[in-house]
């Protein structure tokens, strides 16, 4: 992508009343960069923002994302408004505690429904504009969780996991249209993402996971004493799309950094450790 240097450039971001989100469009305004923000709740974004921040570039929209004709409105919105599309955020999400047992079937849906169909909502609004000037910048904001997973995590990283999965393949997709993909995988943020408010906990729990509620008490006392700075956070994205430089996955924070290295560790472990029995499926080779 070459991001435009003669005009602000225009920004489609979702999930934007709290956390990375709101960062992110701010900084994006104090930029003079032009930005889309979908919400559940435009007042709130509007008050989170203040009186400080000028906002005669932005387009608040209070869009459900599992919508796909809200979704398609949205974007048509943007381009209407500001003339086009240059970057496009799916940052909207929030965290689930509770083991694979205790999950309910709604639970496992509504998550999937942000965290997966919510993002292909955009990308197919989104891909067609950007692939008809072919030019732009997707970022998919996942996690550390979405690379590794760990007790009690895993409908959260269910969701993140198919974000990894969906984002390879897109990058590999609109490459030829000048598109390009970044997955950034946050570690633990100062933000509000440990408040009851974003971390749903399920209706119902068993006596046979104490750990597992060891651990969300512990994450909710762990709120306000995240390692991870969100202005830090956001600018970190924004310098990846301004300057379209860096690989694939970008990881913001130290705790980040060393999951994923475990992971690649115990993964590598696990690949030597069937390397002599893998081929054993494999069709004889032709004589």
Not at 68 to 85: C, D, I, N, S, Y
Not at 215 to 239: F, N, R, S, T, W
Request: some cysteine; proline content about 4%.
């Amino acid at each position: 992508m070459a991001y435009p240097t003669d005009r602000p450039a225009i920004w489609f971001v979702t999930g934007t009343s709290r956390g990375l989100g709101l960062d992110l469009v701010r900084q994006l305004l104090e930029r003079g960069d032009a930005v889309t923000a979908t919400t559940r709740s435009g007042e709130r974004l509007l008050a989170a923002l203040g009186d400080g921040v000028d906002t005669s570039r932005l387009l608040p929209l209070t869009v459900d994302l599992r919508d796909e004709e809200q979704v398609a409105a949205a974007v048509r919105k943007t381009t209407e408004r500001f003339g086009g599309l240059d970057a496009v955020v799916n940052n909207a999400g929030y965290g689930y505690l509770a083991a694979v047992e205790e999950t309910g079937d709604r639970d496992v849906r509504d998550m999937l429904d942000v965290q997966v169909v919510g993002v292909w909502n955009v990308l197919r609004a989104a891909l067609p504009v950007l692939r008809a000037q072919r030019s732009g910048h997707i970022v998919n904001v996942s996690s550390v969780l979405g690379l590794t997973a760990v007790p009690g995590w895993a409908l959260y990283c269910a969701g993140k996991f198919a974000l990894e999965g969906l984002s390879e393949a897109l990058a590999a997709e609109v490459a030829d249209f000048g598109v390009d993909v970044t997955i950034v995988e946050p570690g633990y943020f100062r933000t509000d993402f440990l408040t009851r408010d974003f971390l749903a906990l399920p209706e119902n729990t068993t006596a046979h996971y104490p750990a597992i509620r060891g651990m969300v008490a512990q994450h909710l006392e762990l709120q306000g004493k995240q390692l991870g700075d969100p202005v830090k956070g956001a600018a970190a994205v924004i310098d990846r799309v301004v300057t379209g430089e860096g690989p694939l996955r970008q990881l913001l924070g130290s705790d980040s950094h060393a999951y994923a290295t475990a992971k690649v560790r115990a993964l590598q472990d696990n690949l030597d450790a069937v390397a002599a029995t893998a081929p054993a499926t494999d069709h004889p080779a032709a004589v």
